[in-house]
């Protein structure tokens, strides 16, 4: 009888389970395909598109300045990078300067973004790990960086914010002081997370040596961001391609050396404090002037003007009504989101409604890398791999 | 107060006596009758799941319950995972064409008494998604009983619906909303509108559907 | 980027190697572009990938656009990026419509650049056109059995026109 029971092998079956695309691990609706022999991973298949949107065909079908409350809502916790990359790309196209000060504030906005989607990553990662502390103490920090939003553009998310040619509006009286309170206080608090989780036993042996993908291989897979850094290769798009106030500003950027889990969350955490800085100095240099540029051809005039000049009357009509043509032409604009390269595809065919918008989101591409990261582990370091990644199904699906 | 711990000490010794014990239990015994009270047990300890589509989704569920928004204060905190522990679903975000078959199912492995709350605009119309990918309106796959607008809404406005609700299961606990507000009849296809002709299977589906909700 | 002056010279080692794939050479914004044709899409990426001096190892994004009703009417957009020198070169490898039954096919270059996985089953997904040699060619981000190929100029953007009663009633 023990010979029988010692000869049946019972754990060589594989069992295919399936995660998703409802599930506690609040990462949006992605849905996982996993193999398990026991409880080690053995293949992994993610099944997206569960909150495809149609972004992408319903731009078609808008002028221009309409499309940016659609792109602001792929990712939808980066919401300014997505403004970015597309007004970079549409002032590219139609070879538009924007002001010094448009430039300052929207790197001040765009890190601001960053720290925010860093803290509702850290806060629903450390969720997934049992960490449930951290998810209120996140979300604290988080709902003041929508409270000085809220007070700039007048909604948390999705702030419609940024215009081709600059800011639609001038920060308020106020604001700085708040802001500044905020940058004082942010290193503090981060301390404080990090004294919560660095040295706790149970995070270390989650995240040590869990999910490692060496640097070629993410190379290969097209992965960028801060997962590439934390596997040792130091590219940031802020640094490598110049665009807006980035190169005034003197900023580090984080890198891992094993690119387990572990670096990772160091990586996104000192990118926290690294983003205070730069906008410490965006807001020390913040420069006087124009908020947005002054082509009356593709920025609305200010309404002071309506009532006195009959161009700007003509201007501002033709504008809201038809909206601004962009010559024919095409162009791939690629900022640095908080998880990587996000980049922009506009194709103009010189009338009022792009042709063709295409977002390269990073979470998508990145998403090809979580079965590197799992296969031949348990499955509950491929849970930890999946926060770690930060994918925004949002971003992934369009 | 001090007079009060003595008349309790007396009635727990059996002292007090006629007048005096009618004002007691008048003071201290609430009237009510069994649907109210299951009304208000059931509204102030509602069993949201945790379900979050996009972007409406970082508001609420997660930033509702959070503590500059806390949900805890109406009783609503125990969030579940699973469906069939929970009562409420809160459809935050856009559902796409994809999703719309496994909200259903979600919503289906709910008991009752279960409520649906549609919260921002692209659950309750298809916002301002207007496409092929977008299913323009929860409402055309389940029975919704809380729209809540905004794109996405403030959490102080899911609140404000969320105590809406709550006003809804104590007042009327029953599930037929559209006999209630005698909706009957008035789908699109009923009232002679564009697409008044449907196909005997869609009809027949619609009829079906009908049915297993009101049933 | 290469200026202009460089793209020049690469289509002209392209040319010594495989010739007639280059089609066109675009230089806007600052950005160069090649046009290839889409038979030669595979030599020229490895070319552009392995030739030293050039090296553009970093596929950063693959996706299509539907010119119509320009002819060829679709491309398929590799936007190639090296690191080193941090030069970014787009090819373009221009696809034309076989017709009402047929898909426009290409040969993937999944082997190539491992990311193009997912993206190259997006643009089938989305526009239609089948890459030979894909491990795993199917719908990603719409349900499995959709049928219709969205971003294509002439699909429709779909969606419903909003029912207000006072329009039925009067209006029919």
Known sequence: ?????????????????????????????????????????????????????????????????????????????????????????????????????????????????????????????????????????????????????????????????????????????????????????????????????????????????????????????????????AAGEPWDLRKAFDYLAYPKFD?????????????????????????TRIIEQALDGLPEGPFIADDRKYVLPPRSELSTSMESLIHHFKLVTEGYRVGPGEIYYAIESPRGELGCFVLADGSAKPARVHFRDPSFVNLQAFKDMSVDSYIADMICSLGMLDPILGGVDR | MRERQLRARDMLRGDLEGDELERYVEEKVVMTNFEKMLGWARSNSIFPLTFGLACCAIEAPISIVTARYDLARFGAEALRASPRQADMIILSGRVSIKMAPVVRRLYDQMLEPKWAVSMGACSSSGGMFSNYAVVQGADKFMPIDLHIPGCPPRPEAVLYGFTKLQRKIQGNPDQGWRARYAAEGTEEWARGGPRSAPSAEAAEAYLAARELIRA | MPDAAGLELIRGEIEADHAGAVLDTGFEHGRASLAIAPEQALAVLTWLRNSPGHEYGFLSSLHAADYLPAEPRFAVHYELLNRDRVERIRVKALLADPGEDSLPEIDSCCELFPTAEFQEREVFDFFGIVFRGHPDLRRILLPEDYVGWPQRRDFPVGGEPVTFTYNEKNYG
């Open chain 1, 251 to 275: 900023f580090k950027i984080p890198v891992g050396t094993v690119g387990d889990n572990y670096d990772r969350y160091r990586v996104r955490v000192a990118e926290m404090v690294e983003s």
């Open chain 1, 1 to 229: 009888m023990a010979e029988q029971l010692a000869s049946e092998d019972r754990t060589s079956e594989v069992m295919t389970v399936n995660i998703g695309p409802h599930h506690p691990a609040t990462h949006g609706v992605l849905r996982l395909v996993v193999d398990l022999e026991g409880e080690v991973v053995k293949d992994l298949k993610p099944v997206i598109g569960y909150v495809h949107t149609g972004i992408e065909k319903s731009c078609e079908d808008k002028s221009y300045w309409k499309v940016i409350p659609f792109v602001e809502r792929m990712d939808y916790v980066s919401y300014f990078f997505q403004m970015e990359a597309f007004c970079g790309a549409v002032e590219r196209l139609v070879e538009l300067e924007i002001p010094e000060r448009a430039k300052h504030l929207r790197v001040i906005f765009l890190e601001l973004n960053r720290i925010h989607s860093h803290l509702v990553w850290l806060g629903t990662t450390a969720l997934d790990l049992g960490a449930i502390s951290m998810l209120w103490y996140c979300f604290r920090e988080r709902d003041r960086i929508l409270d000085l939003f809220e007070m700039a553009a007048g909604q948390r998310m999705h702030t419609r914010y940024f215009q081709v040619g600059g800011v639609i509006e001038d920060i308020p009286l106020g604001f700085e002081r708040k802001l500044r309170e905020f940058i004082a206080e942010m290193p503090v608090r981060v301390e404080q997370y990090q004294a919560l989780l660095d040295r706790n036993e149970v995070f270390l042996s989650r995240t040590k040596n869990t999910g490692i993908v060496s640097r070629e291989r993410l190379l290969e897979l097209g992965v960028t961001g801060p997962l590439l850094r």
